[in-house]
C-alpha cells in the first residue's frame, strides 16, 4: 500500500511499516536489492534509504551522538563519508526494484539542493529529526505538494509546533514520528507516551514512531506504541544484525519484522470491534449456564416446590432466574429425574 493510499483510509487497522535501510547496504548495491526484497517479503509497506554525501551533511568539527562501544567512529564526517557513494542512478535502480516488489520506495533527503531532483522517484519526503528546524530543506520540499513524514527526536514541542504550523500553512499533509534520537535507545528512554500527547496536540495529523530500541527484547514496545496511537512505525531494517557499527545492531532484520507483523495480527484478533458479540459463545451459553431440573421423578399432577427440583447445568431448560414463577406450578406429564424443566411440561 503507497503511503497516499494510507493517509485516505478512514479506518488504519495496520500500521504503515518503513523498513529503514538507510546506508545499511554499506554501498553494496547487492545488498541493497537483498534487504528491499526480505523487507518487502517480511510485511514492509515502504524501504527507506538515505541520501546524503558527508561534505554537505557533516563538517569535520561534528563529534559522534551514538554508543561509541556499538560504533565506534567518533568522527561525523569520517562516518558518513564511508557509506555515501549511491548516486542518483542508483536510487533510480533501487525503485525499480521496489516496483517489482510491491513495496514503496523512499529515501530521506539531507541537502535542500537535491530535493528537485529527487523528488520524481518518491511518493513522500522523509525529514530526519535533526533537520527539523532546516527551514531551507523544508522551503524547498513544499514547491512539490506530497506528503511529508517528520522525525521529531531532540526536539521541543516549540520546535515542532513552529514546523506543523509551516507546513499547515502550506497545506501539505503532514504526519510526526515521535523519537529519541540515541542510538541505541534504551527502553527506560522510548518515551512512548509521547505519542498520545502529540496526539491530543495535533488530533488531525497521523501520529506513528520511529523506533531506536533493540529488539533483544523483541517487538513489545511496538505493540505498546501502537497502543498509545502510533499509526506508522518506521524501524531500522538489516540483512545481519551482527555485523558491527553503523545501525546493524539496533535494526530489524527479515524474521523480526515477520514476527512484528505476525504479532500485529494476532493483537488485532484480541481487539476486534464487535466486542458484544456473544455468537461465537452459544455452545458455551447453552451448555455452561444452569436450568431448573428434576432433582427426582416428578409425575403428573405433582407441584413443584424447592424439594423436587434443582438448579444444574445445562442451561437449554427454564433459566433459574424465574424460580419464583415456576413453583407452585403442578406438571401436567411425567418429568424423568434430571431432565430441565420446559415450559411445556405444565401446559
Same mark, same amino acid.
Given at each position: 500500500?503507497?503511503?497516499?493510499?494510507?493517509?485516505?483510509?478512514?479506518?488504519?487497522?495496520?500500521?504503515?511499516?518503513?523498513?529503514?535501510?538507510?546506508?545499511?547496504?554499506?554501498? +553494496?548495491?547487492? @545488498?541493497?536489492?537483498?534487504?528491499?526484497?526480505?523487507?518487502?517479503?517480511?510485511?514492509?509497506?515502504?524501504? @527507506?534509504?538515505?541520501?546524503? #554525501?558527508?561534505?554537505? =551533511?557533516?563538517?569535520?568539527?561534528?563529534?559522534?551522538?551514538?554508543?561509541?562501544?556499538?560504533?565506534?567512529?567518533?568522527? $561525523?564526517?569520517?562516518?558518513?563519508?564511508?557509506?555515501? @557513494?549511491?548516486?542518483? *542512478?542508483?536510487?533510480?535502480?533501487?525503485?525499480?526494484?521496489?516496483?517489482?516488489?510491491?513495496?514503496?520506495? %523512499?529515501?530521506?533527503?539531507?541537502?535542500?539542493?537535491?530535493? !528537485?531532483?529527487?523528488?520524481?522517484?518518491?511518493?513522500?519526503?522523509?525529514?530526519? /529529526?535533526?533537520?527539523?528546524?532546516?527551514?531551507? =530543506?523544508? *522551503?524547498?520540499?513544499?514547491?512539490?505538494?506530497?506528503?511529508?513524514?517528520? !522525525?521529531?527526536?531532540?526536539?521541543?514541542? /516549540?520546535?515542532?509546533? #513552529?514546523?506543523?504550523?509551516?507546513?499547515?500553512?502550506?497545506?501539505?499533509?503532514?504526519?510526526?514520528?515521535?523519537?529519541?534520537?540515541?542510538?541505541?535507545?534504551?527502553? *527506560?528512554?522510548? =518515551?512512548?507516551?509521547?505519542? /498520545?500527547?502529540?496526539?491530543?496536540?495535533?488530533?488531525?495529523?497521523?501520529?506513528?514512531?520511529?523506533?531506536?530500541?533493540?529488539?533483544?527484547?523483541?517487538?513489545?514496545?511496538?505493540?505498546?506504541?501502537?497502543?498509545?496511537? !502510533?499509526?506508522?512505525?518506521? #524501524?531500522?531494517?538489516?540483512?545481519? @544484525?551482527? =555485523?558491527?557499527?553503523?545501525?546493524?545492531?539496533? !535494526?530489524?532484520?527479515?524474521?523480526?519484522?515477520?514476527?512484528?507483523?505476525?504479532?500485529?495480527?494476532?493483537?488485532?484478533?484480541?481487539?476486534?470491534?464487535?466486542?458484544? %458479540?456473544?455468537?461465537? $459463545?452459544?455452545?458455551?451459553?447453552?451448555?455452561?449456564?444452569? %436450568?431448573?431440573?428434576?432433582?427426582?421423578?416428578? #409425575?403428573?399432577?405433582?407441584?413443584? +416446590?424447592?424439594?423436587?427440583?434443582?438448579?444444574?447445568?445445562?442451561?437449554?431448560?427454564?433459566?433459574? %432466574?424465574?424460580?419464583?414463577?415456576?413453583?407452585?406450578?403442578?406438571?401436567?406429564?411425567?418429568?424423568?429425574?434430571?431432565?430441565?424443566?420446559?415450559?411445556?411440561?405444565?401446559?
Amino acid at each position: 500500500m503507497k503511503f497516499e493510499e494510507f493517509i485516505a483510509l478512514k479506518k488504519r487497522n495496520k500500521t504503515f511499516v518503513i523498513a529503514e535501510v538507510g546506508v545499511n547496504h554499506e554501498n +553494496s548495491f547487492e @545488498k541493497a536489492v537483498l534487504m528491499i526484497r526480505q523487507a518487502a517479503e517480511a510485511g514492509a509497506d515502504a524501504i @527507506k534509504f538515505q541520501t546524503y #554525501k558527508a561534505n554537505t =551533511l557533516a563538517s569535520t568539527q561534528a563529534l559522534s551522538y551514538w554508543d561509541n562501544e556499538a560504533e565506534a567512529e567518533t568522527s $561525523q564526517y569520517d562516518l558518513f563519508c564511508k557509506y555515501d @557513494k549511491f548516486n542518483y *542512478e542508483d536510487y533510480e535502480k533501487l525503485k525499480l526494484e521496489c516496483d517489482l516488489n510491491n513495496v514503496e520506495f %523512499s529515501t530521506t533527503i539531507f541537502d535542500y539542493k537535491d530535493v !528537485s531532483e529527487y523528488q520524481s522517484l518518491l511518493g513522500f519526503f522523509k525529514i530526519a /529529526s535533526a533537520d527539523i528546524n532546516n527551514m531551507p =530543506l523544508h *522551503e524547498e520540499i513544499i514547491k512539490w505538494n506530497k506528503p511529508v513524514i517528520l !522525525s521529531t527526536g531532540a526536539s521541543s514541542i /516549540s520546535d515542532i509546533d #513552529k514546523t506543523v504550523q509551516f507546513y499547515k500553512h502550506h497545506n501539505i499533509n503532514l504526519t510526526l514520528l515521535h523519537c529519541v534520537l540515541n542510538y541505541p535507545c534504551e527502553p *527506560e528512554h522510548a =518515551l512512548l507516551k509521547k505519542i /498520545s500527547y502529540l496526539k491530543n496536540v495535533y488530533p488531525e495529523t497521523i501520529v506513528g514512531y520511529s523506533d531506536h530500541v533493540p529488539t533483544l527484547k523483541g517487538n513489545l514496545h511496538l505493540h505498546i506504541a501502537k497502543m498509545y496511537g !502510533s499509526e506508522v512505525i518506521e #524501524k531500522h531494517f538489516t540483512y545481519d @544484525k551482527n =555485523l558491527p557499527g553503523n545501525d546493524h545492531y539496533h !535494526s530489524f532484520d527479515h524474521e523480526d519484522l515477520k514476527n512484528y507483523r505476525d504479532e500485529e495480527d494476532f493483537v488485532a484478533k484480541l481487539n476486534r470491534d464487535d466486542y458484544n %458479540s456473544l455468537d461465537n $459463545q452459544s455452545e458455551a451459553i447453552q451448555n455452561a449456564r444452569r %436450568s431448573i431440573v428434576a432433582s427426582e421423578n416428578i #409425575k403428573a399432577g405433582d407441584q413443584i +416446590s424447592t424439594t423436587n427440583i434443582a438448579i444444574k447445568r445445562p442451561g437449554t431448560g427454564i433459566s433459574p %432466574s424465574l424460580l419464583d414463577v415456576v413453583k407452585g406450578l403442578k406438571a401436567t406429564c411425567e418429568i424423568p429425574y434430571d431432565t430441565p424443566l420446559r415450559w411445556e411440561f405444565f401446559k
